[in-house]
């Protein structure tokens, strides 16, 4: 027979699935899938049965449904301070890897370049191939992930289109810093570039760290494409709704786009999470960040007994740990595949191996990526079997 489109030769399913078969089949704790196993908020849910029962099953508008669109360009313009005149200049879409897609497909041709800092989201780099455009990686620099522009420039070509900025980043917790992003936005202009800027797990930040929007920046917004979602916010990754900001010379034609591939975000589920602007937020997100830097703590603090190296995540909730260290001491760690299957066999627990976050698989080959987005009780017993396994070979 004919051969299937050679976009999809090179497809593989991430490790992140393997991983979680291997665990599972020994009843382990994963803290490898970066999936919050906590409840989506009462309201929401109790807005998308009322959405149910009211027949609200037709496709709405493909940028979405006004009520949530107004939500979000509200929230834009005052927790990431966008300059967002209409909510033309928001589109709904099937979670922000859906506003990624139609954004992907708004700004560039194939073949045009966009750069993205490497240790990368896989899914950004796995959809920039699939589109034909050229990922050309600029290094975050270990341990503190810092940023060297004048590398940075010396990747732009006649063909950069736009740059990518994941932050805070998954998978190695950097936030970037409002000096980093003018750096970056100077760049932006002296080259004519536009920037996707991934931020999703923006009310994730630890230690009194700012996120900041780039598109927050003076002259940025006219370039900049600001993604974000609900996911991980609200606990509801597979109720698929995310979002785009930007300027409604973009955004019209990434509606567009919206259309032609999703027609629009779930209905009744879009009426669901508009109750999200309801709610008291500012004392959810307190709670949100309270918890989240007490997971933090407690997975930072069981690694680093257990003889892992790295720098404390500033943003989101996962922990890009190097186990060099750890792969002198003892067998079973020659590689980020051996570690993994080493802490599934040892101590029921998953991680993802680093190869997943790096073009040169080299780069991650003593590194583990853990997210701590668990219910307490689990990553408590997820670190009590940790350092049983292993923290006597860190002493
Ligand atoms: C950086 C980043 N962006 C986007 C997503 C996916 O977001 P959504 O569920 O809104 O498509 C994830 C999920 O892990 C992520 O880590």
Known sequence: MKPLAARTDALRQSDIRAVT?????????????GICDLPTPDPIKDGAHAAIDGDQSIYTSYAGIEKLRAGIAEKARGFNRLPVGS??????????????????????????????????????????????????????????????????????????KAVLVCTPSNPCGKVWS???????????????????TDEIYEYMTYDGREHVSLGSLSGAYERTLTLSGFSKTYNMTGWRLGYAVGPERITGRMGL?????????PSPLQHGVA??????????????????????????????????????????????????KLAQQRSGFEDDRAACDTLIREAGVAAVPGNSFFADPEDGRYVLRFCYAKKMPVLEEACRNLLRAFEQVAA
């Open 87 to 160: 909510d033309e200049e928001v589109v709904v879409s099937v979670g922000s890897t859906g506003a990624f897609v139609a954004t992907c497909l708004t700004l560039f041709e194939p073949g045009d370049e966009c750069l993205v800092f490497e240790p990368f989201y896989g899914y950004h780099t796995g959809l920039l191939n699939l589109f034909g455009i050229k990922r050309v990686v600029a290094k975050l620099h270990a341990p503190d992930w810092s940023v060297d522009f004048d590398e940075v420039e010396a990747l732009i070509t006649e063909r950069t």
């Open 178 to 196: 409002r000096a980093e992003l003018e750096q970056m936005l100077a760049l932006m202009e002296k080259h004519d570039l536009y920037a996707i």
């Open 257 to 265: 786009i919206n259309d032609l591939i999703f027609i629009c975000a």
């Open 21 to 33: 078969f291997a665990v599972n089949a020994v009843n382990g704790i994963n803290l490898g899938q």
């Open 275 to 324: 109750e999200a602007f309801a709610m008291d937020r500012e004392a959810y997100f307190a709670e949100m960040q309270a918890a989240y830097a007490a997971k933090r703590m407690l997975m930072c603090e069981t690694l680093e007994r257990c003889g892992f190296t790295f720098h404390w995540p500033d943003g989101a909730y996962y922990v890009l740990a190097n186990f060099e």
